[in-house]
Every structure is written in structure tokens, then in C-alpha cells.
């Protein structure tokens, strides 16, 4: 299989594609002294995200890993990246007890029975390492971040206001270069999602980056904006 690369989306922000189940975004941001990655990727690509991290930065190891959340094909390599790199690991204060226990996205309340079997396994952070809560409204290296729960209880999505390019994870996605909702047996309440998706949509960005899809650029704002409309119109 060909190695995957990162593509420059922005003037600050950099994706690669790695082909898991369905393909899932690892983002890095440069900033002013050094570069950021946010989420760690699918299992089994662990080897090819540092290969491609280290090509990316010119050999410069990041300052830091933020994860939008802990489901397994977000944060595979997270430890390995701490272990190895030294690098500190942000996370949504509410999801960090998901990532280091005791609590477990297996055990929420989920409108779908699937989501309860799809969560049996504990996410790859469990026991350490996640300790730098992040929090409505901080800003880091020009990222502000926002709370987005539903998909996952402590998701955070990032917005760049340089860049004019909102980072949201899984609250939205776009299979096909659509606009639309997460998978839904992935997604423990999708009524609280939405409500979600209504709070970013309102934020000033014109490119919509989902960790699942294609990056929606120019028009990412304007389609989330429409999605919304269209369910308050029903």
C-alpha cells in the first residue's frame, strides 16, 4: 500500500488519510514555535503516522497531541507518541475520565444498542497519560475550543481563526463531500449531536475539516449552516 502523506489544507493546517475502516483524518498545525497534532490515528498505522509526522515538520517533533476524542480510531498511537516522543496529551475534560478511567463509553446510555457492542473495547489511553484538560474558550496556538458532545461525551471540536477552518472530529462528517451527520451506532445520542452541530454551525469558518470525509473547503460553513436549517424547517 502506497504511504499515506499529509496535504497542506491551509496555510497552518496539514491532513493525512489513513484508510481504516472508514478513513479517518490525523491533522497538524503549525504554529509559531513548533506544530500540533491533533487525534493519533487508527491501529496499525502507528509506524507510518510517526514516519509521516517527522517528514511533515522536517524531523521536529510535535509539542504537543490533542484529541478531539478517545474512540479507538482516533488515538491508536497517543501513548506511543507520549512514550517515545514525550510528547503531553490534551483532551475535553469531560472526556478524559473515558481515556484514563474509571468510567467507560460502553456504560453510557446510548440510543442505539449497537453503540454498547461497537464500545466493548477500552479505547487505547486507558490507565495514563491524558492529563492536560481542555476547556470551552482556550485557546492554543490559534486554536479556540469548543465542547461538541454527543458523538462522545468530552469531544472537542478546534477552530482556527486565521485559517478560517473549524477542526470538529466526528461531529459532522462527509462521505461523498456532504455535509451530514456522524454514523449513528457510533454515536451515543444523536439529539444531543445535533444541538452540537447547531453551536459550531453558528461559528464564524468557512472550511469544515471531519475527521471521517473529505475536507469541505470554502462552502464547509454555509453547509453546516444549511444542514441545521434544513432539520429546524421540518
Known amino acids: 500500500m502506497r504511504p499515506q502523506t499529509f496535504t497542506q489544507l491551509t496555510p497552518h493546517i496539514f491532513r493525512l488519510e489513513q484508510p481504516f475502516r472508514a478513513p479517518v483524518g490525523v491533522w497538524l498545525v503549525k504554529s509559531g ?12 498505522f502507528e509506524g507510518a503516522l510517526f514516519e509521516q509526522i517527522l517528514k511533515q515538520t522536517g524531523g521536529a517533533r510535535p509539542n504537543l497531541l ?19 516522543w ?7 475534560r469531560l472526556e478524559i475520565p ?4 474509571p468510567q467507560r463509553y460502553n456504560k453510557i446510555p446510548a440510543d442505539s444498542f449497537l453503540y454498547r457492542l ?29 465542547h461538541a458532545p454527543g458523538h462522545a461525551p468530552g469531544m472537542v471540536a478546534l477552530l482556527h481563526h486565521a485559517d478560517r477552518a473549524l477542526i470538529c472530529g466526528d461531529v459532522f462528517m ?23 452541530q ?11 475539516f471531519p475527521s471521517h470525509g473529505q475536507p469541505v473547503m470554502n462552502d464547509g460553513g454555509a453547509q453546516a449552516r444549511e444542514l441545521v436549517a434544513k432539520r429546524r424547517r421540518r
Not at 33 to 44: H, N, R, T
Not at 86 to 92: E, F, L, Y
Not at 120 to 142: F, K, Q, V, W
Request: net charge negative; hydrophobic share 40%; aromatic share 6%.
Open 66 to 84: 490533542i484529541l478531539t476524542h478517545g474512540h479507538l480510531d482516533h488515538a491508536a498511537a497517543a501513548e506511543r507518541m507520549h512514550d517515545e
Open 174 to 196: 462527509s462521505l461523498g463531500g456532504k455535509v451530514s451527520d456522524p454514523l449513528a451506532p457510533f454515536t451515543y445520542d444523536m439529539k444531543l449531536n445535533r444541538q452540537s
Open 33 to 44: 514555535d513548533g506544530w500540533l497534532v491533533i487525534d493519533a490515528g487508527a491501529p496499525s
Open 98 to 101: 473515558y481515556l484514563t478511567g
Open 118 to 146: 461497537i464500545q466493548l473495547s477500552p479505547p487505547p489511553m486507558i490507565g495514563r497519560n491524558a492529563r492536560y484538560p481542555l476547556d470551552e474558550g482556550m485557546r492554543l496556538d490559534g486554536l479556540e475550543v469548543f
Open 198 to 208: 447547531a453551536k459550531l454551525a453558528a461559528l464564524d469558518f468557512d472550511h469544515l
Open 86 to 92: 514525550r510528547v503531553p496529551i490534551a483532551a475535553g
